[in-house]
């Protein structure tokens, strides 16, 4: 069975910066892509990003390109989104996931896997 456990939220004020870590359990981690998605109070839960299996491939929602970045370790089996400019509509719990395959995806449904969540609170 996969665990995956988020760490890294927090509070932080709009203009500043988080790094969100995922470390997955298995032997399998480097097969499969990643991706992180988050929920607001009140909202459904949206995409974020995704990382394939290599790291060659990554794809970013609209509200958060070019201020949030994916990354992968493969050899410690963990996956990173580093958050910079943070705004208060980021406010949010933040979920990874591990792909069903090695193609990083922004639909939910192709993910098998889900970690617990990390709250993310950004004050204005």
């Known amino acids: 069975q996969v665990q995956l456990v988020e760490s890294g939220g927090g509070l932080v004020q709009a203009g500043g910066s988080l790094r969100l870590s995922c470390a997955a359990s298995?032997?399998?981690?480097?097969?499969?892509?990643m991706g992180w998605f988050r929920q607001a109070p009140g909202k459904e839960r949206e995409f974020v990003s995704s990382v394939s299996w290599s790291g060659s491939s990554t794809y970013y929602s609209d509200s958060v390109k070019g201020r949030f970045t994916i990354s992968r370790d493969n050899a410690k089996n963990t996956v990173y989104l580093q958050m910079n400019s943070l705004k208060p509509e980021d406010t949010a719990v933040y979920y990874c996931?591990?792909?069903?395959?090695?193609?990083?995806?922004?639909?939910?449904?192709?993910?098998?896997?889900w970690g617990q969540g990390t709250q993310v609170t950004v004050s204005s």
């Open positions: 298995g032997r399998t981690f480097s097969s499969y892509a």
């Open positions: 996931a591990r792909g069903k395959g090695g193609v990083a995806a922004i639909t939910g449904a192709l993910y098998e896997y």
